[in-house]
C-alpha cells in the first residue's frame, strides 16, 4: 500500500476573484474567475491597479506580504 504524504504547508498568496467575464484583464494579467497567486507575483502598481478595479476582489491570506513600492529615481 502506497504512503499517504500529508500535504506540505502552503505559503500564503494572494487570492483574486473576478466578477467579470474570463480573461478580463487589469494589472497586465488576465484574470479567471477565481486564482491564487504567490504573495511575490504582482508588483506594487500591479497590484494597486488590481485592488482599485471594483469587478475583481483581492484577498491577502493570512502571513502573506505586500509587495514594496519601488523607490523612484534613476541613478546617473
Do not use: C, N, W
Not at 500529508?6 to 498568496?13: D, I, M, W, Y
Request: glycine residues 10%.
Amino acid at each position: 500500500m502506497p504512503e499517504i504524504e500529508s500535504p506540505a504547508e502552503k505559503a500564503p498568496g494572494i487570492r483574486i476573484i473576478s466578477r467579470a467575464p474570463d480573461g478580463f484583464r487589469r494589472g497586465g494579467v488576465a484574470h479567471p474567475a477565481d486564482a491564487t497567486y504567490p504573495a511575490d507575483h504582482f508588483t506594487a502598481d500591479q497590484l494597486e491597479a488590481i485592488e482599485t478595479e471594483p469587478l475583481l476582489t483581492v484577498i491577502l491570506e493570512a502571513g502573506a506580504e505586500r509587495p514594496a513600492k519601488a523607490k523612484g529615481g534613476r541613478k546617473g
